[in-house]
Every structure is written in structure tokens, then in C-alpha cells.
């Protein structure tokens, strides 16, 4: 005979798999996560206020 199957844990898999499917595709659509934007907005910042520490006054 054939194992039993639990089907509320079948279903919940099923669910994780979906979701996991439907992020993947969200991380090719939108590129980027968003550590890696603030991390490139916080490099962008300081080199601004860097090249802005190194201006002469007139």
C-alpha cells in the first residue's frame, strides 16, 4: 500500500513553491535588491560629500 499523505502539509509545499517560483521571477524582473540599493546610495553620498570637502572657496 501506498504511504498516507498529509494533505494540509502538501498544500502548505505547494504554497513555498509557488512563492519561491513568483521571487525568482521578481528578482530577474526588478534586478536589484534593496540592501544593494541603499548600499550604492550610501557609496554615491560619500563620494559626493568627499569630492565636496575637497572644493576650494573662491
Request: proline share 2%; no cysteine.
Amino acid at each position: 500500500m501506498a504511504e498516507p499523505v498529509n494533505l494540509n502539509r502538501f498544500k502548505k509545499d505547494q504554497a513555498r513553491a509557488t512563492k519561491k517560483a513568483r521571487a525568482q521571477q521578481n528578482v530577474v524582473k526588478f534586478g536589484r535588491s534593496k540592501a544593494e540599493k541603499q548600499l550604492d546610495r550610501a557609496q554615491g553620498g560619500k563620494a559626493q560629500s568627499d569630492l565636496d570637502g575637497h572644493k576650494r572657496d573662491k
